[in-house]
């Protein structure tokens, strides 16, 4: 099986888009607020509550979540496809920037960003991280949860799109 073949069937499977995201006190004077999308987020346990989103091994966002474990999570809505387009940039630019127009509260728990009009926001603490050939499952408990968006449906992505469900 090629690399492509794997890639175009799972390309069948539709998923939930995120926003992942986790405060670095070490970057700079202030610290930095980083973003990442992610489409293999998922529950995974009701009792106690945990979720569990995959990182690209050395990407800022694995390296950071691999030093700082509290980090949020804001499942986004139709309408906020920008922003998954955004984050997942490749050889983008500042995060700093990219957070600049954005509506977002910060966390009272995580002490990370929740994008406003999310269809629901988490913030969540790291039990364990499980390597997984060229990415680690990043598995938290959920500390808070809230649907502060009851407007519009998920923003999903399927055979390499964001789309809209109908």
Known sequence: MSDDQ??????RLAAGVVLVTAFDPE???????????????????????????????DSRMDELLERQPLWAVSVL?????????????????????LFEDIAYERGTTA???????????????????VPAGDHTLVIARVLTARTPSTEGGPLTYFRGRYRRLD
């Open 6 to 11: 794997f890639r175009a069937a799972m390309s």
């Open 27 to 57: 970057d700079g004077p202030q610290g930095e607020d980083v973003g990442m999308t992610a489409t293999a987020f998922m529950s995974v346990s009701l009792d106690p509550p945990l979720v569990m989103v995959s990182v690209r091994n």
């Open 77 to 97: 809505s139709e309408s906020q496809r920008h922003i998954a387009g955004r984050f997942s940039m490749k050889g983008r630019i500042s995060d700093r920037l």
């Open 111 to 129: 002490g990370a960003l929740l994008v406003g009009g999310a269809l629901a926001v988490l913030e969540c603490r790291t039990e364990e991280r």
